[in-house]
Protein backbone atom coordinates (compact mmCIF):
# COMPACT_ATOMS: atom_id res chain seq x y z
CA UNK A 1 0.00 0.00 0.00
CA UNK A 2 0.72 3.68 -0.15
CA UNK A 3 2.58 4.79 2.71
CA UNK A 4 1.16 7.49 4.86
CA UNK A 5 2.75 10.81 4.88
CA UNK A 6 4.22 12.13 7.79
CA UNK A 7 5.60 15.14 9.23
CA UNK A 8 8.23 15.20 12.22
CA UNK A 9 8.05 17.99 14.68
CA UNK A 10 10.70 19.43 17.28
CA UNK A 11 8.76 18.86 20.03
CA UNK A 12 4.99 18.24 21.12
CA UNK A 13 4.75 21.87 21.83
CA UNK A 14 5.36 22.73 18.21
CA UNK A 15 3.02 19.83 16.90
CA UNK A 16 0.06 21.20 19.22
CA UNK A 17 0.27 24.86 17.61
CA UNK A 18 0.39 23.40 14.40
CA UNK A 19 -2.78 21.20 14.92
CA UNK A 20 -4.60 23.46 16.87
CA UNK A 21 -3.79 26.11 14.02
CA UNK A 22 -5.16 24.08 11.02
CA UNK A 23 -8.32 23.57 13.20
CA UNK A 24 -8.76 27.73 14.08
CA UNK A 25 -7.97 28.10 10.35
CA UNK A 26 -10.97 25.43 9.61
CA UNK A 27 -13.58 27.07 12.86
CA UNK A 28 -12.49 31.15 10.79
CA UNK A 29 -13.13 29.64 7.71
CA UNK A 30 -16.94 28.06 7.99
CA UNK A 31 -17.88 31.41 9.98
CA UNK A 32 -16.85 33.43 7.41
CA UNK A 33 -19.53 31.28 5.06
CA UNK A 34 -22.03 31.22 7.80
CA UNK A 35 -21.63 27.30 8.37
CA UNK A 36 -20.55 24.97 11.17
CA UNK A 37 -17.34 23.65 11.50
CA UNK A 38 -17.53 19.78 12.55
CA UNK A 39 -14.67 18.13 14.60
CA UNK A 40 -13.82 14.45 15.47
CA UNK A 41 -12.05 14.34 18.84
CA UNK A 42 -9.68 12.33 20.98
CA UNK A 43 -8.74 11.91 24.33
CA UNK A 44 -5.60 10.66 26.43
CA UNK A 45 -2.37 12.17 26.92
CA UNK A 46 -1.76 12.64 23.12
CA UNK A 47 -3.76 15.68 22.50
CA UNK A 48 -3.56 17.74 25.70
CA UNK A 49 -0.89 20.22 24.24
CA UNK A 50 -3.56 20.92 21.06
CA UNK A 51 -6.89 21.47 23.68
CA UNK A 52 -4.46 23.74 25.99
CA UNK A 53 -3.68 25.30 22.40
CA UNK A 54 -6.95 25.85 21.73
CA UNK A 55 -8.26 26.89 24.95
CA UNK A 56 -5.43 29.61 24.60
CA UNK A 57 -6.58 30.71 21.16
CA UNK A 58 -9.89 31.18 22.58
CA UNK A 59 -9.01 33.22 25.83
CA UNK A 60 -6.24 35.02 24.47
CA UNK A 61 -7.21 35.48 20.81
CA UNK A 62 -10.72 35.35 20.66
CA UNK A 63 -11.44 31.97 18.67
CA UNK A 64 -15.10 31.61 19.15
CA UNK A 65 -16.61 27.83 18.73
CA UNK A 66 -20.22 28.81 18.84
CA UNK A 67 -20.26 27.53 15.16
CA UNK A 68 -18.06 24.37 16.09
CA UNK A 69 -19.88 20.48 16.33
CA UNK A 70 -18.05 18.11 18.25
CA UNK A 71 -17.90 14.35 17.67
CA UNK A 72 -15.99 12.39 20.25
CA UNK A 73 -14.63 8.96 19.01
CA UNK A 74 -14.98 6.77 22.25
CA UNK A 75 -16.30 5.87 25.75
CA UNK A 76 -15.60 3.32 28.32
CA UNK A 77 -18.35 0.29 28.32
CA UNK A 78 -20.50 0.58 30.79
CA UNK A 79 -19.07 3.87 32.20
CA UNK A 80 -21.12 6.57 34.20
CA UNK A 81 -20.47 10.03 32.56
CA UNK A 82 -19.55 11.66 35.95
CA UNK A 83 -17.03 9.18 36.82
CA UNK A 84 -12.94 10.47 37.07
CA UNK A 85 -12.81 7.62 34.37
CA UNK A 86 -15.31 8.92 31.74
CA UNK A 87 -14.29 10.74 28.50
CA UNK A 88 -17.21 12.62 29.16
CA UNK A 89 -15.56 14.07 31.89
CA UNK A 90 -12.46 14.10 30.34
CA UNK A 91 -13.75 16.30 28.10
CA UNK A 92 -15.07 19.09 29.90
CA UNK A 93 -12.29 19.55 32.12
CA UNK A 94 -9.71 19.81 29.16
CA UNK A 95 -11.59 20.90 26.49
CA UNK A 96 -15.64 22.21 26.86
CA UNK A 97 -15.70 23.89 30.28
CA UNK A 98 -13.08 26.84 28.78
CA UNK A 99 -13.92 27.21 25.30
CA UNK A 100 -17.78 28.08 24.10
CA UNK A 101 -18.72 24.99 22.39
CA UNK A 102 -22.72 25.14 22.30
CA UNK A 103 -23.83 22.67 24.60
CA UNK A 104 -26.60 20.87 22.17
CA UNK A 105 -23.40 20.47 19.56
CA UNK A 106 -21.33 17.94 22.27
CA UNK A 107 -21.43 14.51 21.40
CA UNK A 108 -19.50 11.78 23.28
CA UNK A 109 -20.47 8.18 23.27
CA UNK A 110 -23.07 7.27 25.94
CA UNK A 111 -21.15 4.48 28.11
CA UNK A 112 -24.27 4.43 30.58
CA UNK A 113 -26.70 2.23 28.17
CA UNK A 114 -27.72 -0.70 29.05
CA UNK A 115 -26.37 -3.32 26.48
CA UNK A 116 -29.91 -3.69 24.77
CA UNK A 117 -29.90 -0.10 23.83
CA UNK A 118 -26.24 0.42 22.69
CA UNK A 119 -26.55 -1.03 19.19
CA UNK A 120 -29.71 2.07 18.42
CA UNK A 121 -27.32 4.32 20.23
CA UNK A 122 -24.35 3.22 18.00
CA UNK A 123 -26.72 3.81 14.75
CA UNK A 124 -27.86 7.21 15.91
CA UNK A 125 -24.82 8.36 16.64
CA UNK A 126 -23.83 7.61 13.05
CA UNK A 127 -26.92 9.36 11.80
CA UNK A 128 -26.09 12.61 13.90
CA UNK A 129 -22.69 12.54 11.74
CA UNK A 130 -24.21 12.41 8.50
CA UNK A 131 -26.88 14.96 9.47
CA UNK A 132 -24.18 17.52 10.73
CA UNK A 133 -22.62 17.00 7.08
CA UNK A 134 -19.96 14.81 8.38
CA UNK A 135 -16.87 15.48 10.12
CA UNK A 136 -14.20 18.16 8.75
CA UNK A 137 -11.11 17.20 10.67
CA UNK A 138 -10.67 14.20 12.54
CA UNK A 139 -8.02 14.40 15.09
CA UNK A 140 -6.40 10.92 16.48
CA UNK A 141 -4.12 9.20 18.89
CA UNK A 142 -2.80 6.09 18.65
CA UNK A 143 -2.58 2.70 21.19
CA UNK A 144 0.19 0.73 20.77
CA UNK A 145 -1.77 -2.11 19.75
CA UNK A 146 -2.34 0.23 16.72
CA UNK A 147 -5.73 0.98 17.43
CA UNK A 148 -7.51 4.39 16.52
CA UNK A 149 -10.39 4.97 18.97
CA UNK A 150 -10.69 1.71 20.13
CA UNK A 151 -10.65 -0.02 17.14
CA UNK A 152 -8.68 -2.89 18.38
CA UNK A 153 -6.74 -5.19 16.12
CA UNK A 154 -9.42 -6.95 13.98
CA UNK A 155 -11.56 -4.52 13.53
CA UNK A 156 -12.48 -4.12 9.41
CA UNK A 157 -12.24 -1.44 7.69
CA UNK A 158 -15.56 -0.94 6.95
CA UNK A 159 -16.83 -0.85 10.90
CA UNK A 160 -18.79 1.53 12.01
CA UNK A 161 -19.51 3.09 15.83
CA UNK A 162 -20.35 0.35 18.18
CA UNK A 163 -19.74 -1.72 21.04
CA UNK A 164 -16.20 -3.71 21.31
CA UNK A 165 -13.79 -5.34 23.49
CA UNK A 166 -10.65 -3.71 24.57
CA UNK A 167 -7.41 -5.35 24.01
CA UNK A 168 -5.59 -6.58 26.60
CA UNK A 169 -2.58 -4.55 25.69
CA UNK A 170 -4.42 -1.20 25.52
CA UNK A 171 -6.23 -2.07 29.19
CA UNK A 172 -2.48 -2.68 30.78
CA UNK A 173 -1.45 0.50 29.10
CA UNK A 174 -5.18 2.14 31.56
CA UNK A 175 -4.40 0.16 34.40
CA UNK A 176 -2.51 2.80 36.58
CA UNK A 177 -5.32 5.32 35.80
CA UNK A 178 -7.60 3.20 37.42
CA UNK A 179 -5.82 1.62 40.20
CA UNK A 180 -5.15 -1.87 38.35
CA UNK A 181 -6.20 -3.83 35.47
CA UNK A 182 -8.77 -5.45 36.99
CA UNK A 183 -10.47 -2.05 37.36
CA UNK A 184 -10.41 -1.32 33.48
CA UNK A 185 -13.72 -1.86 31.84
CA UNK A 186 -13.82 -4.93 29.15
CA UNK A 187 -15.35 -2.73 26.22
CA UNK A 188 -15.97 0.41 24.85
CA UNK A 189 -18.45 2.66 22.28
CA UNK A 190 -16.03 3.34 19.48
CA UNK A 191 -16.61 5.00 16.26
CA UNK A 192 -15.56 2.64 13.58
CA UNK A 193 -12.89 2.74 11.13
CA UNK A 194 -15.21 3.11 8.36
CA UNK A 195 -16.72 6.18 10.15
CA UNK A 196 -13.20 7.67 10.84
CA UNK A 197 -12.21 7.31 6.95
CA UNK A 198 -15.35 9.11 6.03
CA UNK A 199 -13.76 12.21 7.56
CA UNK A 200 -12.26 14.75 5.19
CA UNK A 201 -9.27 15.25 7.27
CA UNK A 202 -7.55 12.91 9.35
CA UNK A 203 -4.61 14.54 11.68
CA UNK A 204 -3.23 11.26 13.76
CA UNK A 205 -0.94 12.24 16.29
CA UNK A 206 1.58 10.31 17.96
CA UNK A 207 4.48 11.32 20.91
CA UNK A 208 6.89 8.93 22.56
CA UNK A 209 9.45 6.43 22.10
CA UNK A 210 6.83 4.13 23.76
CA UNK A 211 4.48 4.61 20.04
CA UNK A 212 8.06 4.21 17.52
CA UNK A 213 7.24 0.12 16.78
CA UNK A 214 3.33 1.13 16.27
CA UNK A 215 4.35 4.21 14.53
CA UNK A 216 6.52 2.62 11.81
CA UNK A 217 4.17 -0.59 11.40
CA UNK A 218 1.32 1.76 10.64
CA UNK A 219 3.06 4.26 8.20
CA UNK A 220 5.20 1.09 6.55
CA UNK A 221 3.66 -2.16 6.74
CA UNK A 222 1.22 -3.15 3.96
CA UNK A 223 -2.49 -2.40 5.18
CA UNK A 224 -4.43 -4.67 7.33
CA UNK A 225 -6.79 -5.05 9.89
CA UNK A 226 -4.04 -6.43 12.40
CA UNK A 227 -3.10 -2.81 12.72
CA UNK A 228 -6.14 -0.66 12.21
CA UNK A 229 -4.13 2.46 11.57
CA UNK A 230 -2.94 1.38 9.02
CA UNK A 231 -6.00 1.99 6.78
CA UNK A 232 -5.38 5.58 7.32
CA UNK A 233 -2.67 4.78 4.01
CA UNK A 234 -5.56 4.56 2.36
CA UNK A 235 -7.44 7.83 2.72
CA UNK A 236 -7.24 10.66 0.77
CA UNK A 237 -6.20 13.46 3.40
CA UNK A 238 -4.50 11.67 6.42
CA UNK A 239 -1.68 12.83 7.51
CA UNK A 240 0.37 11.25 10.68
CA UNK A 241 2.32 13.72 13.00
CA UNK A 242 5.61 12.90 15.22
CA UNK A 243 7.51 14.05 17.93
CA UNK A 244 11.20 12.39 17.12
CA UNK A 245 10.97 9.68 19.81
CA UNK A 246 7.68 8.31 17.91
CA UNK A 247 9.50 8.73 14.73
CA UNK A 248 12.33 7.24 15.91
CA UNK A 249 11.89 3.58 14.33
CA UNK A 250 10.49 4.99 10.71
CA UNK A 251 13.18 3.62 7.92
C1 LIG B 1 -8.93 8.10 22.94
C2 LIG B 1 -8.67 7.16 21.83
C3 LIG B 1 -7.43 6.30 21.82
C4 LIG B 1 -6.16 7.05 22.16
C5 LIG B 1 -4.96 6.10 22.17
C6 LIG B 1 -3.68 6.80 22.55
O1 LIG B 1 -10.14 8.78 22.75
O2 LIG B 1 -9.48 7.06 20.95
O3 LIG B 1 -7.31 5.70 20.54
O4 LIG B 1 -5.96 8.07 21.22
O5 LIG B 1 -5.20 5.06 23.07
O6 LIG B 1 -3.78 7.25 23.87
P1 LIG B 1 -2.67 8.23 24.50
O7 LIG B 1 -2.78 9.52 23.74
O8 LIG B 1 -3.08 8.42 25.93
O9 LIG B 1 -1.36 7.57 24.30
Known sequence: GTVLPCVLYRNAAVLARHVAAEVADLIRQRQSEGRQAVLGLPTGST?????RELIRLHQEEGLDFSNVVTFNLDEYWPMEPDSVHSYHRWMRENFFDHVNVPEENIHIPDGQLSRGKVDRFCAEYEKAIAAAGGIDIQMLGIGRTGHIGFNEPG????????LVNLDPVTRRDAASGFGGEENVPLRAVTMGVGTIMDARRVIMMALGEHKAPIVRRSAEDEETAE?????????????????SAAAAELT
Open 227 to 243: IPASFLQAHPNATLLLD
Open 47 to 51: PIGVY
Open 155 to 162: SSRASRTR
